[in-house]
């Protein structure tokens, strides 16, 4: 649940946040021809987004770190020309095509905004489910919870930061955009940097380098950067809500002029709220998240001869058991046992073919793979496939399980 309240306010905040910059600067600009091409360009972003996560689920049409690189180029591009658009550059000499071309870049803007972030966010869902899983479970519905959440999160501080910076000034929000666009504008480059450097496309060199580690290691302080301009915002608005000064004649007017100074508070403290949310899902939930799980230790058993032997009575508990044996090299070689039902165990390494030797732990009567925090279907343990211990043969003999030690030997590189 967390991870995905963490990815989603990670990876789609900011594209949030600069939609709403760009919608309010249009509405400040009272161009309803830019509002409708501004409208365009985010119903273009989503379509094709749809589409994009569509191809990408079902074929390999979609390379998708060269289109990103595609995408990124071009709302560069787009960004260059909307601060020379924006601060009138072309404005008193070709006034018409100025606001042809400021137009199209807002509306080209936003739709790559929206292709670069909302296919990821798409796609979330489709992790949801491992195979063999019900989208009926409680795992399922946690995970559809936090990724709900991050959206909320997303849209409602979204939303409150246009309502704020409708009732500011043009130039404070253009003041604001443009520096916000400008520091998503070293990330995106950073991004591109870092592609063209691992393809051997640009040469290395250590400006380079240093310049891609700082940006790929403060990654989030791109976000928080953006968050700390744009929230100039409502506390701007917060202080001149403060000490309203349009003039009255009657109470009705001055208790309109006081609900509307309401009203600007609450949405101000709407944009705080989302912050402050955001903030701590990218720090203390993520530290809580991501906290080392430490495995339960090993339990003894028996070896006699080729063979070790466990009583049943000793794993009959319904709860997760492991154990190791240690192979001819003397790796350790993890194994785990469950008893799913009245007559069926799963057995199988502490290991699967996707993650690795990091093993499993139990977490609220659920096996949990510790690397993906994937929740395993106790029924399919014991069997091939997916995030699965890799399975390990066994028999019942005279109230004990038996398991050969030469099936532990064969899989002993898997814990080198």
Not at 64 to 83: D, H, K, P, Q, T
Not at 290 to 305: F, H, K, N, T, Y
Request: charged letters at 15%; proline letters at 3%; aromatic letters at 12%.
């Amino acid at each position: 649940m967390l991870k995905y309240l963490i990815q989603v306010v990670q990876n789609s905040l900011t594209t949030g946040i600069l939609l709403a910059m760009l919608f309010t600067l249009a509405h400040l600009n009272n161009k309803q021809r830019q509002n409708k091409w501004l409208f365009r360009g985010f119903v273009v972003g989503v379509v094709f987004a749809i589409i994009l996560s569509f191809l990408k689920a079902t074929t390999v049409l979609i390379n998708r770190e060269y289109f990103n690189i595609g995408i990124l180029s071009v709302a560069i591009f787009a960004a260059i020309l909307f601060y020379m658009l924006s601060w009138g550059v072309f404005q008193k000499k070709m006034p018409v095509l100025h606001e042809r071309i400021w137009t199209g870049i807002n509306a080209t803007l936003v739709a790559s905004l929206l292709l670069y972030c909302l296919p990821d966010i798409f796609l979330y869902p489709t992790e949801f489910v491992m195979t063999g899983e019900s989208i009926f479970g409680t795992d399922f519905l946690f995970k559809m919870i936090g990724y709900l959440t991050g959206l909320l999160i997303v849209g409602l501080a979204g939303l409150a930061l246009y309502k704020v910076g409708r009732s500011l000034t043009f130039q404070s929000v253009r003041i604001l955009l443009t520096i916000i666009l400008l520091v998503n504008m070293v990330k995106q480059i950073a991004t591109i940097a870092q592609f063209l450097l691992a393809r051997r496309i640009i040469p290395m060199s250590k400006g380079v380098f240093e310049f891609i580690k700082i940006a790929v290691n403060y990654n989030d302080f791109f976000l928080y950067g953006i968050m700390a301009v744009t929230m100039l915002l409502p506390v701007a608005l917060w202080i001149k809500s403060l000490h309203p000064k349009e003039t009255y004649v009657n109470p009705a007017q001055h208790r309109r002029i006081r609900a509307t100074s309401r009203r600007q508070r609450r949405w101000c403290a709407v944009v705080a709220v989302g912050y402050i949310l955001a903030v701590l899902s990218l720090t203390a939930v993520r530290a809580y998240d991501q906290r080392e799980v430490v495995l339960s230790p090993a339990e003894p058993m028996d070896i006699v001869g080729s063979e070790i032997v466990i009583p049943l009575e000793s794993i009959s508990d319904g709860h997760l058991h492991r154990y190791i044996y240690t192979a001819s090299n003397g790796t350790e070689v993890r194994f785990i046992v469950i008893k799913k039902n009245t007559v069926a165990f799963g057995v199988g390494l502490d290991a699967c073919d996707i993650c690795g030797p990091t093993g499993y732990y139990e977490r609220e009567d659920e096996v949990i793979c510790k690397l993906c925090d994937v929740v395993m279907n106790k029924s399919t343990i014991g069997f091939k496939g997916g995030c699965n211990p890799v399975p390990l043969s066994y028999s019942l003999e005279g109230g004990s399980m038996v398991i050969q030690t030469q099936n532990l030997e064969n899989e002993k590189s898997r814990f080198e």
